[in-house]
């Protein structure tokens, strides 16, 4: 059965960093593309990025680009997403998902929870 498991999401300044993790398993990860999604109160779930099986192209929401870095270990079986110059309205929780971007998101995790606020 497909397994996802956020971590690493907590309260960050204005400017500040995270780096987000997703253990996975279940499937075989290095077949399958992965994304972030996030969804903030009140909105809807929307992409943040994709990367595909072997890491080779990468995708990424306009809001995002330039600040996150979607990458995978595909020896570890994990997705990570680094922030970087993180603002209020990423405030949102995240989720991790199998396939994802044009392929379409057929599995998702819990989610992990990120606010950023002074």
């Known amino acids: 059965q497909v397994q996802l498991v956020e971590s690493g999401g907590g309260l960050v300044q204005p400017g500040g960093s995270l780096t987000l993790s997703c253990a996975a398993s279940g499937f075989t990860f290095s077949s399958s593309a992965m994304s972030w999604y996030r969804q903030a109160p009140g909105k809807e779930r929307e992409f943040v990025a994709v990367?595909?099986?072997?890491?080779?192209?990468?995708n990424y929401a306009g809001s995002v680009k330039g600040r996150f870095t979607i990458s995978r270990d595909n020896a570890k079986n994990t997705l990570y997403l680094q922030m970087n110059s993180l603002k209020p309205e990423d405030t949102a929780v995240y989720y991790c998902a199998k396939g994802g971007g044009s392929s379409g998101a057929s599995d998702w995790g819990q989610g992990t929870q990120v606010t950023v606020s002074s």
């Open positions: 990367i595909t099986n072997a890491g080779l192209t990468r």
